[in-house]
């Protein structure tokens, strides 16, 4: 049996032990859900580690397991990770350790949140682990779910019901998109299966016409990109993340949220190269309304959380400018940035809410002089502010750095903006946040606060551990991404020299099925 089934099982298997457990029994549920997600980490990062030597399959992927399920259709549960997607689980394990960690701050209902956290752990690790759409997207499902509950119940502010409809009519539409999206593809391949690395094995030999491409690479380009707050679907989170619980918003903001960018990284990209290249400088100006509105907005917050979500909004557009920039350094940049936005997002989020349970505000101007009462605390979070700034050190700077020389080559203009809006107006928002919260006098009502002790220090440093090593050691992420990356690109480029060679014939929607006898025969669409 795979790893990759252990990482992911070991949080599902305990939310149904949590299920026979008394409620009053509290202790008891605590360590089974910091117990299952404390193991799923130690797996993420043996697989981690292990990773270079491990055996490959004959599609590049590693610790592999397939289990055939409706063959018919050609459903089966296949677990597989190779450079795009082994990061992402080894930050989605270490995260989820983390936010199981922080929900001491829990004290009502706490047998249904953890049940609900580890059901969103299991199904997070299971979707970024998944080499079949079925379950790739059901999986994604499974973990969202239980981000509308958490919020709805657990959630804290006047607009907590609002918040909660907004971030699951939003989501819900994305999610549905997205799913039309992923239909008309395996109706549309060919394949017969939904096997991802089948279906693109079966686009090199019979490449996607034209006319099908540019109808279902929209489609997941907003469909995953409403589920990850692309500008201007991006209202949403901000408000869910300012008043969700912390560790929801640590998993939900650091991991969940980049299902979107490795959907459209590992199935868009390969598969409708031709549409992602008529939508590149789309995507492009899209993500300038990410880095430059969204930052505009994040500087006139007065509530912490909502500075965070708009800034956490801020970030994703630079993933967007990595993909949309189609090279090997651009789509490297990318994941890197999707990595240690993860680690950095359950930060701050965390951060936020060990003040919130010491001060019962939120309020920046209610805070101030609080590194004077909790200089851990205080010391965690500039340091996370100074990531989000991109200081050199943290593993934010090597992504952004490198999907800059990457955007460079596509668009000089746009990464020149994309540029200023990260320097300038993070630099803003973040250091002004930053003094007002930490430095100055402190009120007197915060006398009686208390530092993290430490147990409560161990979430926080754990995050901050795995920024600075990534930071200083980046090539123990772009050694393991970057040949897989060159898979995309070069992928990227023989589909369009093979489209192009194609003929195409229009689309019929109505059963979303090619006449595949008008177009020819598929062979000759593959270069001498």
Not at 80 to 104: E, H, P, T, Y
Not at 109 to 135: C, H, N, P, Q, W
Not at 408 to 420: G, R
């Amino acid at each position: 049996m795979s790893i990759l089934t252990y990482i992911a099982g070991w949080p599902l298997l305990a939310a149904l032990a949590l299920i026979v457990v008394p409620r009053n029994y509290r202790v008891i549920i605590r360590a089974i859900a910091v117990l299952a997600t404390l193991i799923s980490a130690v797996l993420a990062v043996k697989m981690f580690c292990q990773f270079a030597g491990a055996p490959v399959d004959a599609d590049g992927y590693r610790f592999v397991q397939q289990i055939p399920w409706v063959e018919s259709l050609g459903i089966s549960y296949h677990v597989g990770v190779d450079g795009l997607n082994v990061g992402l689980i080894l930050m989605g394990a270490i995260v989820a350790f983390a936010a199981a960690l922080c929900s001491w701050e829990i004290q009502t209902r706490e047998k249904e949140f953890y049940i609900l956290l580890l059901v969103m752990t299991g199904g997070i690790l299971g979707a970024f682990a998944s080499l079949d759409l079925f379950f790739f997207y059901f999986l994604h499902e499974l973990a969202l779910v239980p981000t509308f509950i958490m919020i709805g119940v657990w959630g804290r502010g006047e607009k907590k019901n609002y918040a909660t409809f907004q971030i699951t009519l939003y989501l819900s539409i994305g999610a549905l998109i997205a799913l039309i999206g992923l239909i008309a593809l395996y109706l549309q391949s060919g394949a017969n299966t939904f096997d991802i690395p089948k279906i693109i094995e079966h686009a090199k030999a019979n490449p996607l016409a034209v006319n099908a491409q540019n109808f279902i690479f929209p489609l997941l380009l907003f469909g995953f990109g409403i589920l990850v707050s692309l500008w201007p679907f991006h209202s949403w989170a901000p408000l869910g993340y300012g008043v969700a619980p912390s560790p929801t918003a640590m998993l939900h903001a650091g991991v969940l949220k980049k299902f979107g960018l490795y959907g459209l990284i590992r199935i868009a990209l390969p598969l409708s190269p031709q549409a992602a290249q008529s939508w590149a400088h789309v995507i492009a100006w899209l993500c300038v309304g990410n880095i430059l509105y969204v930052g505009w907005v994040a500087m006139r917050q007065k509530d912490l959380n909502l500075l965070i979500g708009n800034s956490s909004v801020a970030h994703m557009g630079f993933i967007f400018l990595g993909i949309a920039s189609l090279n090997l350094i651009g789509v490297t940049g990318a994941v890197l940035i999707m990595i240690a936005h993860g680690f950095l997002a359950a930060l701050t989020f965390a951060l936020s809410g060990y003040i919130y349970k010491q001060t019962g505000t939120l309020q920046i101007s209610e805070l101030g002089g609080l590194c004077r009462k909790l200089p851990f605390i205080g010391t965690a979070l500039l340091m996370a502010a100074m990531a989000g700034c991109g200081l050199p050190g943290f593993a934010n700077f090597v992504g952004e750095a490198t999907v800059f020389f990457g955007a460079w080559k596509m668009f000089p203009s746009i990464t020149v903006i994309a540029l200023w809006g990260a320097l300038v107006i993070g630099g803003i928002y973040m250091t002004r946040a930053i003094r007002n919260i930490l430095h100055g006098p402190l009120p007197e009502k915060w006398n009686s606060l208390t530092d993290a002790n430490l147990w409560r220090k161990l979430p926080y440093a754990l995050l901050i551990v795995s920024l600075l090593i990534f930071g200083f050691v980046p090539k123990l992420l772009t050694e393991k991404i970057n040949p897989d990356a060159q898979k995309i690109v070069e992928s990227f480029k023989f589909h369009i020299s093979s489209v192009q060679s194609a003929s195409t014939v229009p689309l019929k929607t109505e059963n979303l099925k090619l006449n595949t006898a008008s177009i020819g025969n598929p062979q000759s669409a593959i270069p001498n």
